[in-house]
C-alpha cells in the first residue's frame, strides 16, 4: 500500500517564556491563539497549528518560520509599528520564469531566532 502524507499539522518551538511567547505570538504578530495549558500553547497559522512549549534550554537547531503575507511592505510596515526587529528590509530573492517574484524579510522573536515574512508577488498583466 502506497501513503500520501497530508499538508503539515503543526510545527512545534520551544521558548524560555511561554507568557512572553503568548505576548509576542499573539498580541504583536497577531496569531489567533487557540488555547494554553500549562507551560504549553497553541497558535493558529492558516490552518497550521504552532505549539511552544516552554523550557529552560530552547533548542538553537530549529527551523525558521516564513509566514505568507499577500502584501510584505504593508506586513512590514505594520509589524514594525507593533515592536518587531527587523534585520533586513522586504527584498526580493527569486524571480521565476513566469515573472512571479518572491520576496522576504526576517526578523526575530523575542529569544533572539529568525523568523521571516514572505510573499509572492505575481506580475502585472
Known amino acids: 500500500m502506497t501513503i500520501q502524507l497530508g499538508p503539515i499539522g503543526q510545527i ?26 500549562g507551560t504549553l500553547a497553541f497558535f493558529d497559522c492558516a490552518g497550521v497549528r504552532l505549539f511552544l ?3 529552560d534550554n530552547p533548542s538553537d537547531g530549529e527551523s525558521i518560520l516564513y509566514l505568507r503575507v ?21 527584498h526580493m530573492i527569486h524571480r521565476h ?10 526578523f526575530k522573536d523575542p529569544e533572539g531566532r ?4 514572505m510573499a509572492q508577488v505575481k506580475p502585472a498583466t
Do not use: C, N
Open 53 to 55: 512549549s516552554q523550557r
Open 114 to 117: 529568525p523568523l521571516a515574512i
Open 12 to 37: 512545534s518551538r520551544s521558548v524560555r517564556d511561554i507568557k512572553q511567547a503568548e505576548h509576542w505570538y499573539g498580541q504583536v504578530l497577531g496569531l489567533p491563539h487557540l488555547y494554553t495549558f
Open 97 to 106: 520564469g513566469d515573472g512571479t517574484e518572491e520576496w522576504m524579510a526576517f
Open 70 to 90: 499577500s502584501d510584505i511592505q504593508q506586513a512590514h510596515g505594520e509589524l514594525q509599528t507593533r515592536g518587531v526587529e527587523f534585520t533586513d528590509a522586504p
